[in-house]
């Protein structure tokens, strides 16, 4: 449990220093960057994360399945953070989104159990 808790932290530790980068970036989309409304997907994800960590009863099919998610997102923030083009943030766009499909039914069946 602690060691999943860790990494969480290290994970959002690398999230801080780019939301701060992004809100600096000058492209705007509808008041927002494209990378700052990537990092607040994976901010809202990993609080989700967090929520069913800390309740504690994970099975370990879920307890997997919640590493592998933040194996993408960690891979997402490596990437961003190397290539700033556009083409980049449209493409973490699209796989934090698919990324979310599978957090969100399960959140909702961790946090409802």
Known sequence: ??????????????????????????????????MQGNMMM????????????????????HQKQCGDMLKKMSQKIRDMSSHHEKKVDEQAKKELQQVKKELDPLYDYIISH
Not at 5 to 29: G, H, R, S
Not at 42 to 61: F, I, P, R, T, V
């Open 1 to 34: 449990m602690k060691r999943r808790i860790i990494i969480i932290l290290i994970v959002a530790l690398f999230i801080a220093p780019n939301i701060l980068w992004a809100q600096k970036d000058t492209k705007m989309m509808e008041g927002k960057t494209e």
């Open 42 to 61: 994976m901010s809202d994800m990993m609080m989700k994360m967090s929520k069913m960590l800390s309740k504690g009863d994970m099975k370990s099919e």
